[in-house]
C-alpha cells in the first residue's frame, strides 16, 4: 500500500485549486440511470470513489467515457438490475444506484454497502420510502430486492436529515406516478446540485436546499449535461492547513455559502478568512484561539470537518471540546494524533482537547477518509517526519492531495 511522508514546518503560501465535490459527483453520475441518451458531467474529479461509481455504472450496461474531468454515461441500454457485492463492498454510496434502478426497470438488487469504518450508517430510510412509494423490498443473504411496477408518489418523512437517503429517493421520485413530499430532507448543497440536475433532465424538483423537497414525477427524462460544484470538504481541509501552519492560501474555487458553519469557528479561532472574486483567502494566526464545536447535518458544521478541525485544536492555546452528533465511531484518529503528542481525552461522544505548543512526528495509521486527511494536516506541523500508512483512504476523496500541498510549500511525498 501507498504511504504518505509529511516533513513539518513549512509555512503554507500560494494558491489551490478546489476540485469537484465527490459527494455531488457520485448521485449525479448515478442519475443519469434515469435517462436515454448521454449525459455529459464536467468537473468531475478522479478519485477513487468516483472509478467505482463508473465501473459499477458499466456494469450495470451503461457506456461510461472519461476524458479528463469530463465523464460521459450514455444509460440508454442499462437493463442489468444488480450491483454486486465485489462493487458495492468499496463504497457506501454505491447504494444510490437503488432509486434509479428501481424507478428505471422496475426492480433492482443492490448489495448491502461498505465505506468507511465509521460507525453505522444504516440504510433503512431509504428503504421505508421506496416502501411508502409502493416498492417490495426484501433483504436477502446480503442483498437488498426491491421490486416495483412503478412506484407512486408519497408522502415520507425522514426520521433524520439523511443526504443519500433523500438523494435515492430523489431520484426515485423522479419517475414515479404522482407528486412525492420529502419532509426533514437533508440540505446539504450536494442535494441542491442533484436536483437542479435532475431539473435540467426535465424532472420537476422545487425545495432542495430546505427541510420540505416536492418531486412532481415524470413519465420519462432526457438527457442532460452538469457541472460538479466545488468540494467544500476539500476546500475547508486546504483552509485548515493554512491555519495551522501559519499561512498565507487563496483556495480558488471555494464557495462561502457551502461552508457557512466551519468558517465561522475558524474565524473564532483566529484565521482571517476574506471573501476573493476567486474563492477565500485564507491566512493563518501566530497562534490559535480554542473554540468548541459540535457537528451538525448542514447548514452546521459538517461532521466531515471534525478530524481537520480537530488538528487546529490540538495547537490552539486553552481547552476545546469537540462534540460528535453524527457518527458514533468518527474518534479512530485521536489514538494516532496522541501518538504525535496531541493532548486528547473522549468523554462519551465529545472529545476534549488541551493545546500543546507542537507535535513531533512519528508513524501512524489512516482508519477513513477523513483521518487519512487530519494525519496529513498533522504533519504538516509536527516537528520531523511523519510517515502515513495506508493512504489509500485519501485516495477516495483527495485528489492529488501531496501535489496540491507540495504547490503550496509543503514537503510532502508519495511512497509507492
Known sequence: MDKIEVTGGHCLKGEVAISGAKNAALPILASALLTDGPCVMDNVPDLMDVRTTMDLLGHLGAKVSRDKTTVTVDASGVNEPEAPYELVRKMRASVLVLGPLTARLGRARVSLPGGCAIGARPIDLHLKGLEAMGAKVLLDKGYVNVIAQRLVGAEIYLDIPTVTGTENLMMAAALAKGTTVLRNAAREPEITALADTLNAMGAQVSGAGTPVIEIIGREKLHAANATIIPDR?????????????????????????????????????GVVVDEVPEGLRVRGPATLQSVDVKTAPFPGFATDMQAQFMVMMCLASGRSTITETIFENRFIHVSELTRLGADISIVRNSAVIKGVASLKAAPVMASDLRASACLVLAGLVAQGSTLINRVYHIDRGYESIEKKLSGLGAQIRRIR
Open 233 to 269: 470538504i476539500e476546500a475547508a481541509t486546504f483552509m485548515a492547513a493554512a491555519a495551522i501552519t501559519n499561512g498565507d492560501v487563496l483556495v480558488r474555487g471555494a464557495k462561502s455559502a457551502h461552508m457557512g458553519a466551519v468558517i465561522e469557528k475558524m474565524v473564532e479561532a
